[in-house]
C-alpha cells in the first residue's frame, strides 16, 4: 500500500457527486473530508423512484451527450474520460452489479437506491473518509485547512459560497418538471394520452389538477426551461390519426362522441368536442366540423404559466462552463477550487443522464487532484 499523500481536500456536498469524488481520492490516499448539512447520500434515495437509475445505456460519448440540453460541447471532454461503461465498471468494482432495462435505463440490480446508498457509504468508511455534518458558509475558511476544495452542492444550494470569487452563474430554473397551464384541465385530471406529439418528440402526457405533466412534459419542461412565461405548446394529441374523413365514412351511425373515442379517452374527446354537437352521427359531420375537430386534435393549444413548485427533478442554470476547465473541473479563476455535479450549467433528461453527470464529473475532478498529488 501507498504511502498517504499529503494534499487534504475539502469536498463540500456530500450528494452523488461529492461522494464519488471523495471514493477516487482515497482510492488514491488522498486525505479527504466531506462535508454536507444533511446527511450524506440522502439526495440518492428518491432516484429512479427509489430505484436509482444510474446510468444509461449509450455508449457513444458524443451520443450521450445529446441528452442535455444544457452541457453538450462541455460533456465531450468529460464523457470522453469517463462515460456509461465506466459508471457500469465503477459500480461493479464496488460490487453493485446492474441491468440495462428495455428503454436504456440502467438500474442496480436490487433495485433500491437504498442499497446503493448503503455500499458507496460503507466503501467510503472503509478507505476512512473523514465526515461533518455541517452547513459550509465560506470556502475561504476551507483554504485555510485543505489544499483542495471541491465544491458539490447539487442543484439547488451552494450558489452563494461562488459569489465572492465572481462565479458567473445562470439563474436557476427548474427542469424535469409538470407544467402550471392556463387553462383549466380540472376535469381531465388523471387521463393520460399515449404517444403525444410536441414538436416531434413523441411520449406520454398526463393531464393532472395544475395543468400537465409525464415524460413528454417532462422534455418539454426541459428544452424550454429559460423560455419567458407564458408560452404557449402545440400538442399533437393524436399523431397516428391520418383520415377523419375515412373514419366518418365508415361509421355514418355512430354518434361523434363515440367516433373520437375509439382514438382518445373518453374524457378528452368530450372536451374536444366541447361546442360541437356531440351526438351528430359520422354522416352528419359538415366538412367545417370536421376541420374543426381535427385542429383540435393535432393542434391542441396549452398556454404554460408556470412550473409545479417543488415537483423539479433537476435545475436548468448553474455555474456558466466558462468558468470550468472541462479537463480538470477546477474554476479558471480560482486555482484548486473544483465544481462537479448538479451545481454547473449542466441538466440532462430523464433516464439516468444527471446522475451520469454527477460520476463523470466527480472522476475528471478527482483525476486531475489526483495527478496534481503526484
Ligand atoms: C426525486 C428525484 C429523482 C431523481 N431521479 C434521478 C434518476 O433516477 N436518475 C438520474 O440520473 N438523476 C435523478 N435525479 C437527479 C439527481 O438526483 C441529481 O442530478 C444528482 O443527485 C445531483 O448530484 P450532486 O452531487 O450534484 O448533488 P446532490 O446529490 O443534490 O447533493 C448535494 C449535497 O450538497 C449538500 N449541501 C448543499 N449545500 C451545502 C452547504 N452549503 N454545506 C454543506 N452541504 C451542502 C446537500 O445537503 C446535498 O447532500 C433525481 C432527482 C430527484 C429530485
Not at 362522441?257 to 368536442?273: G, S, W
Not at 404554460?304 to 427533478?313: L, R
Amino acid at each position: 500500500m501507498g504511502q498517504e499523500s499529503k494534499i487534504k481536500v475539502a469536498v463540500v456536498g456530500a450528494g452523488a457527486s461529492g461522494c464519488i469524488c471523495a471514493y477516487h481520492l482515497l482510492k488514491a490516499r488522498i486525505n479527504v473530508t466531506l462535508f454536507d448539512k444533511n446527511l450524506p447520500l440522502r439526495t440518492l434515495l428518491p432516484t429512479g423512484g427509489g430505484r436509482c437509475n444510474l446510468a444509461h445505456a449509450e455508449y457513444d460519448f458524443k451520443e450521450l451527450a445529446k441528452n442535455y440540453p444544457r452541457g453538450e460541447k462541455f460533456l465531450y471532454s468529460v464523457f470522453s474520460q469517463f462515460s456509461t461503461s465506466d459508471t457500469i465498471e465503477l459500480f461493479n468494482e464496488m460490487g453493485i452489479k446492474t441491468y440495462t432495462q428495455d428503454d436504456g435505463r440502467i438500474f442496480p440490480k436490487s433495485n433500491s437506491s437504498k442499497d446503493v446508498q448503503k455500499v458507496i457509504l460503507q466503501e467510503l468508511r472503509t478507505k476512512n473518509v473523514k465526515f461533518i455534518q455541517k452547513e459550509i458558509k465560506d470556502i475561504n475558511e476551507l483554504f485555510e485547512k485543505y489544499s483542495a476544495v471541491v465544491v458539490a452542492t447539487g442543484g439547488h444550494s451552494g450558489y452563494e459560497l461562488l459569489k465572492q470569487f465572481n462565479i458567473k452563474i445562470i439563474e436557476p430554473r427548474p427542469s424535469l418538471v409538470g407544467l402550471n397551464t392556463k387553462e383549466d384541465f380540472m376535469a381531465l385530471s388523471g387521463i393520460v394520452i399515449k404517444s403525444a406529439m410536441i414538436d416531434g418528440i413523441q411520449e406520454d402526457i398526463l393531464f393532472t389538477h395544475f395543468g400537465v405533466s409525464g415524460p413528454l412534459i417532462y422534455k418539454i419542461s426541459s428544452l424550454n426551461a429559460f423560455n419567458e412565461i407564458p408560452y404557449i405548446v402545440t400538442v399533437d394529441l393524436c399523431p397516428n390519426l391520418l383520415n377523419l374523413q375515412e373514419i366518418l365514412n365508415s361509421n355514418p351511425h355512430k354518434e361523434l362522441k363515440n367516433i373520437l373515442a375509439d382514438f382518445l379517452p373518453n374524457k378528452i374527446a368530450k372536451f374536444i368536442l366541447k361546442d360541437i354537437d356531440e351526438t351528430l352521427k359520422g354522416y352528419q359531420v359538415n366538412g367545417t366540423t370536421r376541420d374543426l375537430i381535427l385542429q383540435r386534435i393535432h393542434e391542441f393549444k396549452i398556454t404554460v404559466n408556470g412550473t409545479n413548485k417543488g415537483e423539479e427533478t433537476v435545475t436548468a442554470g448553474g455555474v456558466d462552463l466558462d468558468e470550468i476547465n472541462p479537463k480538470s473541473m477546477e474554476l479558471k479563476k480560482v486555482p484548486n477550487m473544483y465544481c462537479i455535479g448538479e451545481i454547473l450549467n449542466i441538466d440532462g433528461f430523464c433516464g439516468g443522464f444527471n446522475l451520469q453527470n454527477a460520476w463523470s464529473t466527480a472522476y475528471v475532478c478527482a483525476k486531475s487532484i489526483i495527478a496534481q498529488a503526484k
